[in-house]
């Protein structure tokens, strides 16, 4: 397993594991401004997965289409397009 899927995993587990405590925090009636503090937690943690994976992409697959000359224009379309749905 890379190094960048191991540390995407470990993130996705710690996104994870803030979910699972909202949900406890929600079943439990905690307060809400406690719960929305673990949620921007969850948030916090996907964003850091965002990054990691758009870094991997950018250093492998955008990263082979300008050494072979081509798509470029694609790749670049496909990161802004998926920043333009946030």
């Known amino acids: 397993m890379s190094e960048n899927k191991k540390k ?3 993130r996705m587990k710690i996104a994870r594991g803030h979910l699972d405590k909202v949900i406890e925090m929600v079943e439990n009636g ?3 401004l ?3 503090q673990q949620s921007q937690a969850v948030e916090s ?3 850091k997965v965002d990054q990691l994976i758009l ?3 950018l250093k492998t697959c955008v990263r ?3 050494e ?3 798509g470029i ?3 670049v379309a496909e990161v802004i397009e998926v920043f333009r749905r946030k």
């Open 34 to 36: 406690d719960i929305i």
């Open 8 to 10: 995407v995993l470990h």
């Open 64 to 66: 082979q289409s300008i």
């Open 68 to 70: 072979s000359g081509k």
């Open 30 to 32: 905690k307060y809400c």
């Open 45 to 47: 943690a996907l964003e």
């Open 73 to 75: 224009d694609d790749k």
């Open 55 to 57: 870094e991997n992409h």
